[in-house]
C-alpha cells in the first residue's frame, strides 16, 4: 500500500503530469498506485519529490493505524 495517489490529488496533478516530472509512463504511475508494481528507491525518491513530501509519507503504513 502506498499513499502516491492521495498525495497526488491533494496536488491536484494528474498521473500523466506527474509521470512527465518522474520521467516514466502514465501507466506505470497507476500500476504503482494500484500496488501492482513496485518502484526503484530512485523513482519512489522522484514522486516523492515532485509530490514535494517525503519516502515515508508515501510508503511507510502503520500498521496500527489501520
Not at 20 to 46: H, M
Request: proline share 2%; with cysteine.
Amino acid at each position: 500500500m502506498n499513499n502516491i495517489k492521495k498525495y497526488r490529488t491533494l496536488a491536484k496533478i494528474s498521473q500523466l503530469e506527474l509521470a512527465k516530472k518522474v520521467g516514466v509512463a502514465r501507466q506505470t504511475i497507476n500500476l504503482i498506485e494500484n500496488q501492482k508494481y513496485n518502484p526503484s528507491l530512485e523513482l519512489c525518491i522522484k514522486i516523492a519529490k515532485a509530490l514535494g513530501t517525503d519516502l515515508n509519507t508515501l510508503f511507510w503504513i502503520n500498521m496500527e493505524e489501520d
